[in-house]
C-alpha cells in the first residue's frame, strides 16, 4: 500500500449536517427504530468530519455506548472519499459489513460501491484443490469426505468465502490443505488466476468506494508480506482503524519474521508432490526431503517440554541445539542446489526453491544477535517457532503512514492510560499534528454499577490467594444468581478456579477450552444463570447485553509475564535509554488490557452489574490509583452486604 495515490473517480461528496442528521429529530433517527441521540457520538463524528477535511491524524477514544461505528460510517461515506475501514475481528469485519455499512448507505440515499475483503486463507484456491485431489493422501476417511464436499462446493460458489460452507468444519484438515497461501500461490503464473478467488475479490475491492477488512489483512498488506500481486488494497483518503488498541501487538507480529516447524513440513508435503509430478528422476531430492522432515522433528525433541517460550540465545549455543542446526542447514544448502536444476520444469518447483531460500535466510538471521529486535522460541506439543520480532514498530508504522498520505482515524474504547494518549501515540509513532478526544460512555455507571474491591485478600503471589479469592466470590456470585464472567489471566488460574469451584456452587460453570467461544456465548445467553470462566480471548471483544450477565470478576490486575521474551527484550531496551520499563511500558498496557475486562460489563442503558476486582495492589500500591483513575466513575464498596442489597434490587 506504498506509494502515490491513484486517481479514481469517486461519488460526489454528500454535503450533510451533522449536528441535525444525530438530533432527535434528524434523519437516523426518523430511519432507525430506537436511535438514541448521543452527544458523544455527535461530537466523535464532528471530529472525524473535521480530521477529513484537513487530512489529519485523528486518535479517539470513544467509551462503551457511544456508538463510534455510526459515527465513523456517516461522516467517512458522506466525504466522498475512497474509505478503508479495518476492524479487530473477522466477526467484527462481518457485523460492519453485513449490518452497520448497509444501513448508513440507504441512509445516505448515496449509490456507493462497497466491498468485503478477507485475508487468502479464507479463499479456496482452485490450483491447491486439484494438487489435493491429484495427491489424494489423507490422515484419516473423514478428510476423504471432507474433500468432496469441497470439490462439490466449489462448482457453485462465485466467492469461494469458505465460511459459506457450513458442512465443513472451520478447523477440519482439509482447509489448511486447499486454501490460499502467499507461499503457494503463482500470482499472474497460475493456470487458474483469471478466476482465482482472491484475485477476483481484489478486483472488487480496486473498484470499491468502501473496503472494510480486518487488522491481519490490513497489516499482511502493509508488512509486504503478501507479494506477487499488485496492492492487495486500494489506495485510500481515509483510513479507519477500529479497535485501535490491538494495532501495535498486531503490527509487530506483521513485520517479525518466522521460522517454524509447520512451514517447513507443508514446504516438505507441497515439494514432494511436485517433485513427484514433475522431477520423478531425481531420487536424491526426495532422499532429502526426508531427510529434512526428520531434522525439523529431531530439533523439536532437543528443545525444551511444550509451552516454552523463552529467548533463542538461551537454546542456539547448546550442542545438542547446534549440532540440530547444522544438520537442517546442511540440508536445505542440498536441497537449493538440487531444485536449482530442476526449477524450471515447472512454476511450482520455482517457488518451491523461492520458498527454500527464504527458509534459510531466516536461519541465517537467527544465528546471530541482530540489532533493534529480539530472537525468541516457542515450543508446542509437535512443533516450535523461531522468530526475530521488532523491539519497536513505531518506525515502519511511521513509514508507511508517511507513504499514504491521507486522513488516519484510530478509534476504540481503550486508548488512553491516565486521560492521555502518549503510551499509544508513541507505540504507533505519531507525532506531529494529531488530533486527539477522549469521550467517556453515555451509559449510566455510577446509578447502574457498583466496584466491589473485597477487603482481607493478600496479593496475587500468596500461596493462599486462590482459596481466598473464591472464599470472596462466591458469595458474590450467589447473590447475583449465577449470571456472572469470571476473567483470569492465566490458563492454570483458571483451570485451577474451575476445579474448586465445581462442587461448590449451584449455577452452570462453563469453562473456556470445552467448545468454541461462539458456542460458549450463545450457551451463556441461554441459560441465563451461567459462571463462564475465560482468559485472554474474552477480556474483549465479548458483548452480552442484558440480565445473563450481571456481575464480572477479575482475579488479578492483567500485567504481562515477566517471562515473555519480547517484554523483557522491549524493557530491557527502555532501561537502556534511561527510561521507566514499569511506567513507559508495562503499566499502560496492563491499565489497557484492564479497561477491556471492564468492559464487559456494562453493554447497554439499562445493564445492571457488579464489578469486582481481586488484586489488592489497586490500593496497596501507588499505581493503583492509575488503573482505578482508567476506570469508568462508579461507587465503591469493600463490603459484601453492600454487594447483596445492590442485587436485591435488580
Not at 468530519?49 to 486518535?59: H, K, L
Not at 490467594?465 to 444468581?481: T, Y
Not at 469486582?612 to 490500593?619: V, Y
Request: charged share 25%.
Amino acid at each position: 500500500m506504498s506509494g502515490v495515490n491513484k486517481a479514481k473517480e469517486t461519488p460526489a461528496e454528500i454535503t450533510i449536517d451533522l449536528e441535525q442528521w444525530l438530533s432527535d429529530e434528524g434523519v437516523f433517527a426518523k430511519a432507525i427504530t430506537g436511535f438514541q441521540v448521543r452527544p458523544q457520538q455527535k461530537a466523535m463524528a464532528l471530529a472525524i468530519q473535521e480530521a477529513i477535511q484537513t487530512t489529519r491524524t485523528a486518535i479517539i477514544e470513544a467509551g462503551t455506548g457511544v456508538g463510534k461505528t455510526f459515527a465513523y460510517l456517516l461522516p467517512a461515506l458522506a466525504s466522498g472519499q475512497r474509505v478503508i475501514i479495518s476492524t479487530g475481528s473477522k466477526t467484527l469485519q462481518d457485523q460492519l459489513y453485513l449490518k452497520d455499512l448497509p444501513l448508513v448507505r440507504k441512509v445516505l440515499n448515496k449509490g456507493l460501491k462497497t466491498a468485503l475483503l478477507k485475508g487468502r486463507s479464507n479463499y479456496l484456491c482452485l490450483q491447491r484443490l486439484e494438487l489435493t485431489e491429484r495427491e489424494g493422501l489423507f490422515n484419516d476417511r473423514r478428510s476423504v469426505g471432507h474433500l468432496a464436499r469441497v470439490k462439490n462446493w466449489s462448482g457453485i460458489s462465485r466467492t469461494g468465502d469458505i465460511a459459506e460452507l457450513t458442512t465443513v468444519p472451520r478447523d477440519a484438515e482439509i482447509w489448511g490443505r486447499v486454501t490460499s497461501t502467499i507461499d503457494s500461490c503463482l500470482g499472474a503464473d497460475c493456470e487458474y488466476y483469471e478466476d482465482c478467488h482472491v484475485v477476483v475479490a481484489r478486483r472488487t475491492a480496486q473498484e470499491a468506494d468502501v473496503v472494510v477488512v480486518n487488522h491481519h489483512l490490513f497489516f499482511a498488506d502493509l508488512a509486504l508480506k503478501d507479494k506477487g500481486f499488485a496492492e492487495l488494497l486500494p489506495q485510500a483518503n481515509v483510513v479507519i482503524l477500529d479497535e485501535a488498541h490491538q494495532l501495535p501487538d498486531i503490527a509487530s507480529d506483521f513485520f517479525s519474521t518466522t521460522f517454524s516447524s509447520r512451514q517447513v513440513l507443508d514446504w516438505v508435503r507441497d515439494t514432494r508432490t511436485e517433485v513427484l509430478l514433475n522431477a520423478a528422476d531425481l531420487v536424491k531430492v526426495r532422499n532429502e526431503l526426508q531427510a529434512l522432515e526428520k531434522q525439523v522433528q529431531d530439533l523439536r525433541l532437543a528443545m525444551d517440554t511444550p509451552g516454552q517460550r523463552a529467548p533463542w540465545a538461551k537454546l542456539r549455543d547448546e550442542p545438542s541445539i547446534a549440532q540440530q542446526m547444522v544438520l537442517l542447514q546442511t540440508t536445505i544448502a542440498t536441497l537449493q542446489a538440487e531444485l536449482g536444476v530442476v526449477a524450471e520444469r515447472s512454476k511450482e518447483l520455482a517457488l518451491s526453491l523461492e520458498r527454500l531460500n527464504e527458509f534459510q535466510d531466516t536461519l541465517n538471521l537467527l544465528q546471530t544477535e541482530q540489532d533493534n529486535s529480539v530472537q525468541w522460541y516457542e515450543t508446542f506439543t509437535r512443533g516450535f517457532s523461531l522468530t526475530v520480532t521488532p523491539l519497536n514498530v513505531a518506525a515502519p508504522l511511521q513509514q508507511v503512514m508517511q507513504e499514504l498520505p491521507c486522513t488516519w482515524v484510530m478509534t476504540s474504547a481503550t486508548l488512553s492510560v491516565g486521560g492521555g494518549f502518549e503510551h499509544f501515540s508513541q507505540r504507533m509513532g505519531l507525532s506531529g499534528e494529531v488530533s486527539t478526544l477522549q469521550l467517556d460512555s453515555p451509559f449510566d455507571y455510577w446509578h447502574n454499577s457498583l466496584l466491589y474491591l473485597p477487603a482481607g485478600l493478600p496479593e496475587p503471589q500468596d500461596a493462599d490467594f486462590m482459596d481466598l479469592m473464591l472464599e470472596a466470590a462466591i458469595p458474590v456470585i450467589n447473590a447475583c444468581g449465577g449470571r456472572t464472567f469470571m476473567l483470569f489471566t492465566s490458563y492454570r488460574a483458571l483451570n485451577e478456579a474451575a476445579e474448586r469451584l465445581k462442587d461448590r456452587i449451584e449455577f452452570p460453570i462453563l469453562i473456556q477450552g470445552q467448545t468454541s467461544q461462539r458456542d460458549l456465548i450463545e450457551k451463556f445467553r441461554e441459560l441465563g444463570n451461567a459462571v463462564l470462566l475465560g482468559t485472554a480471548s474474552f477480556w474483549e471483544g465479548v458483548d452480552i447485553r442484558g440480565e445473563a450477565l450481571s456481575c464480572v470478576i477479575i482475579d488479578k490486575l492483567p500485567f504481562a509475564s515477566p517471562s515473555d521474551p519480547v517484554l523483557v527484550a522491549r524493557m530491557d531496551a527502555i532501561r537502556q535509554a534511561g527510561g521507566s520499563p514499569f511506567e513507559e511500558y508495562q503499566l499502560p498496557q496492563a491499565v489497557i488490557a484492564l479497561k477491556q475486562g471492564v468492559g464487559r460489563l456494562i453493554r447497554d442503558q439499562h445493564d445492571r452489574g457488579v464489578l469486582m476486582l481481586c488484586d489488592t495492589r489497586l490500593q496497596t500500591r501507588r499505581y493503583g490509583q492509575v488503573f482505578l483513575d482508567s476506570l469508568p466513575r462508579m461507587p465503591r464498596t469493600q463490603r459484601l452486604e453492600v454487594v447483596q442489597r445492590f442485587f436485591s434490587k435488580s
